[in-house]
């Protein structure tokens, strides 16, 4: 099979079941972006980082080809494999992961600007890209219904690349550039 089919040179792709559909459909601009967010993991994921890091950011990206697999079936026609369906205990995982990393950050006082390190800067990045793909979902949401938890996962999901961007500044000894508002 070659890389290229040629099936899209007019702008439309098929979603699993057979259906072609605008390339600029909302389901398509919603997983394209959930894929985004999957590159810039594995570009965190090459940093120095901690094993256990690595391991839950890779966790992450299966999770998220999942989510991409659910957005591109379309259920009218054929029914979900469990390969598009996320584990039941998803949320409750990155919850926990959420918690072990706030527990080693000091009190948060103000608001932080991205930045501090450059995995801490890139954290964020991922951070403001979830809550991009958050947002399509949400639009997707109103057209086709997508399984409350994915949303939910999606929300946790921005709060966890929020904890390990502070984690990762202070563990390089960088430091959190509070929002100053103007005098």
């Not at 999957?38 to 890091?53: K, Q």
């Not at 054929?78 to 039941?88: E, F, G, P, R, T």
């Not at 926990?96 to 009190?107: F, Q, S, V, W």
């Not at 000894?173 to 005098?183: C, L, N, Q, R």
Request: aromatic letters at 10%; glycine letters at 6%.
């Amino acid at each position: 099979m070659k890389l290229y089919t040629k099936t899209g040179d007019k702008g439309q792709t098929g979603l699993i079941g057979g259906t072609r559909v605008s390339k600029n459909d909302i389901r398509i601009e919603a997983y394209g972006t959930v894929d985004e967010l999957n590159s810039f993991i594995g570009m965190l994921s090459t940093y120095p980082i901690r094993d256990e890091e690595v391991s839950f950011l890779r966790q992450i990206q299966h999770n998220l080809f999942t989510v991409g697999s659910y957005l591109a079936t379309d259920t009218t026609k054929v029914s979900l494999q469990d390969a598009s369906i996320l584990k039941s205990d998803t949320i409750e995982q990155i919850e926990k992961e959420i918690d072990r990393i706030d527990a080693m950050l000091p009190t948060l006082n103000s608001f932080i600007l991205p930045g501090g390190s450059q995995t801490g800067a890139l954290s964020h990045v991922c951070r403001t890209i979830t809550r991009r793909a958050e947002r399509r979902l949400f639009d997707v949401n109103e057209i086709y219904s997508i399984d409350n938890q994915i949303l939910i996962y999606f929300n946790r999901l921005s709060d966890y690349f929020f904890a390990l961007s502070r984690y990762f500044t202070l563990e390089n000894e960088g430091e959190e550039i509070s929002w100053k508002t103007h005098d």
